[in-house]
């Protein structure tokens, strides 16, 4: 007997949310327009009222509309880093009200970086890594000062830089939103000296890696990087 995989399925108000979301992002519906009424969205999409109903309660959670009683559903926004910080907010509510907040934004991190360097190694093109070392050295300028806000910056824009070559904006921002989750544990964590000489030796094995096209040592010394810095910012409060 021949077998089948199941076909997955689509919740129907999941797709009323894409195609409003994207006619919304893209500019083609501007902030203070009205949407059309349910019924009016109903009949151009084909679809039953519910659906509709349940999409548009999606978007006023997603901070892009507003349900206005008696009155209809407004755009409140349509640009990107609004929208991402409509997103970093229901991050947090989340994050914060469930356990694994580490573990999940240190995942992704992982995830994104890993998947950058691998990009980096593959394209073997200099300017990237040649950043990477500048960094490098300003790392261990900030470290020989003793000065741990600088140390920080640069710790910060060693991680940015990663994932900044890719040269995808919408993944640095989403980036860029989800580390700001844990960057004041990251900033205290990160003003001892011990921490900082290991973070920069850890970096520094991360760029040899890059710089030597060796995808298994980096993607080990990502990851390595990582889970040591989930164990120390597990007890910073």
Known sequence: MVEFESIPVTRLHNVVVKALEDRILTGAIRPGEMLPPEKDLSQQLNVGRRAVREALRILQNKGLVEIRMGVGTVVLRNDLDSYLDTLLENMNSYLHTNQG???????????????????????????????????????????????????????????????ESLENPIVSMVY?????????????????????KKSIAEHTAIVDAVEAGDWMACDLAIKQHLSLAYRNLKSVR
């Open 176 to 196: 860029d939103q989800v580390r700001k989750l844990i960057a004041d544990r990251v900033f205290v964590a990160g003003r001892t000296a011990e921490q900082q």
């Open 101 to 163: 907040e580490l573990e999940n934004v240190l995942e992704f991190r992982a995830i994104i970086e890993s998947y950058a360097l691998k990009r980096l190694i593959d394209s073997r093109e200099p300017a990237p890594v040649a950043d990477l070392r500048a960094n490098l050295d300003d790392q261990r300028r900030a470290f020989a000062d003793k000065d741990p806000e600088a140390y920080n910056r640069h710790h910060i824009l060693f991680h940015q830089r990663i994932v």
